[in-house]
């Protein structure tokens, strides 16, 4: 904390889950946040993007819960304010009777995930390890099968530095709209065209980014593998791809198995003429570094982790990894050099598949489930399957959901727990793109009765151990202080170039401090060669049918991330938007800005249709998270991708790989 022009200035790390984790400052006076910027010390601009609009209001909503709640009938919506004590002392109690009756603590369930990945938010997961052995979600809907192909080609996650983008010569934007997603990436774009890069965007819609972009290639949504392939084939046709073989492995098999690809067949995948895939091809050859930035849309298809894999190996094969400028960027998995002791992570835990939740539910066998806590999640919205997971939640007994808004999954909920906002509490975060880790502190206190994640779990502990002496291990003395001293060991603070986590007041510092990886081609894989994929004998390409004539794409809203538009949630149409190309539209006797029903074999909603005329005609385009009552996840059935099970003990899940109709309404 810091003073400036009468201002309390307090450093934050955005907890949006977006790729930039922008170091933020706030101003505070008076004991209010009148507003926030961005933290240019730490290398950035000032600049934040459009979703800082709700990144402050949710502090000051007047729809903010502030105090503990619960729900006389489940659903009802007749809510009873309550006291802290008896909120604890109500699941307390259940947790301890749901304990004696199974001689077991498996029927309590944690399904937690993205809404913060602040350390200290680990201690719910902490606190419910604390129990004994119980049920908890694993894995990730965002980038599994990504993850994966990475781990398996260079041996770990790691992203080059993006100020190397200044270096490249060529850099492609794979399934990825960093004009919405990345503010402070894009600067560094403009700034590599500047000294002469040249800019590609392939994606399957006409983003914000492609239009800014010197070339555009539209593609058909999951055929990004076959266009990697149809490039892998045409630049060993024309001798650019070289490999030493003691530092790369299995290209001699790869090349030769896409040199035998069916081309034809490829090219209809695509849905792009052979003159567009040689242009692409040549300014591959003739421009490196060549940067890659894979987005996480494109691995979000039944075989994203084979297109992953076939990308990095374009980039291997033509000499652009390991080089200034060069590198296939994903997600970075740099916060693992922490030791997340606050977690107290166990051996036993029963561990269900967040990507399929209410099928692992129905899948178990022995005890059930019958007590849910959810944390930085919103199911309801989010999930795939939910007929099933609406059936499953009235099979548990107690829901218990800690959030700072009335999402979906709250209203279902039985008692609510209100939690600060990253304005409220001291803790440290990092980043899966930027290599920032920074510290947020307090720049207020809590508004109301909020509480952090933190707080909750001691409280919890403190309760359960009078119940029942030793029913939970959870440290319930630490301050806050205390846990995160215990996660900055000397071999992190080494790492990150510190001596204490109060360092971290001065500002963020990076957690890698090499901006290159794999320099001088040394991999962190077994042998420490790069490993190419081998190719499978028939690409499964899903396409739409005569029945269900549409993919059905939902992207990321520019203002928000799924459900943290709830401060804005009133000003959001009631159903969902359907963008759908003009000609498209008509001739199914559509009207733009008239209600439709959006269906498949899994089920109907209503939409509203608006048209557009730069949509390719077999795209239905929805944006994650923009109307009030949603329910697109209604139409998903949750099909696994190929990869997941090594980065994150699941599988992901293919959320664009939906196929639906629209009529009128």
Known sequence: MFLQENYQVTRHICPRNCYDSCPMLAFTRGGKIE????????????????????????????????????????????WQRISWEEAIDTIAHKILELKKRYHSTL?????????????????????????????????TPCFSSGLDAQLLDFGRNVTTDVRQLLNARLIILWGVNPAWTSVHTMSMIYAARERGAKVVVIDPVYTETARKADYYMELRPGSDAALAILLLQ????????????????????????????????LLSAIGQQDS???????????????????????????????????????????????????????ADKGMNIFPYKIMQKRSDTRFVNI???????????????????????????QDAGLADLQEIWSQLELVVVADKVMTHSAQMADILLPVTTEFEELDVYGGYFFHHVGLNEPAI??????????????LLTRRLNELAPGSSSFPSQHRDEDFLAAEFTPAVCKKLHIQKWQDLYHGPVLYHQQTIPWAKGKFSTSDGKFHCCSLPDDITHLFPSQEFPFHLITPHSQNHINSQSAVTHHLLPEYPIIHIHRQTGEKLHLKDKHPAILWNAL????????????????????????????????LNAGHPTDLGMNATAAPGIAFYDVFVNIRPQ
């Open 107 to 139: 029927p309590l369930c944690l399904n937690k995930y993205s809404g913060n990945f602040g350390l200290l938010h680990y201690a719910v997961e902490g606190m419910f390890n604390s129990l004994g052995p119980t049920t908890q979600t694993t894995g």
């Open 355 to 381: 990507n399929n939740f209410a099928y692992s539910l129905q899948q178990l066998t022995g005890i059930p489930v019958r007590f849910l806590w959810i944390a930085c999640r919103n199911p309801l919205r």
């Open 445 to 458: 206190p809590p508004r109301g009765e909020a509480k952090t994640d933190l707080e909750i779990a001691r």
């Open 234 to 265: 045409k630049l060993a046709a024309k001798g650019r791809l070289t490999y030493n073989s003691t530092k790369t492995s299995g290209a001699d098999t790869l090349i030769a198995a896409v040199q035998k690809a069916p081309t034809d067949k």
């Open 276 to 330: 567009a895939l040689t242009f692409l091809t040549d300014l591959i050859a003739q421009n490196s570094p060549m940067h890659i930035w894979c987005g996480y849309g494109l691995q979000r298809h039944v075989q994203g982790g084979l297109t992953i894999r076939l990308i990095d190996a374009l980039a291997q094969l033509t000499g652009n990894i390991g080089i200034p400028g060069g590198g296939v960027n994903f």
């Open 603 to 634: 089920a109907e909603i209503p939409v509203n249709v608006h048209f557009r005329d730069d949509l390719s005609p077999d795209i239905l385009l929805s944006m994650q998270g923009d109307s009030q009552k949603g329910g697109l996840n209604l």
């Open 35 to 78: 507003y926030i910027t961005g933290d240019k010390t730490s290398g950035t601009s000032e600049r934040l993007c459009s979703k800082r609009e709700d990144i402050l209001a949710a502090v000051y909503h007047p729809q903010r819960l502030l105090y503990p709640q619960r729900q006389i009938i489940r659903g009802s919506g007749n």
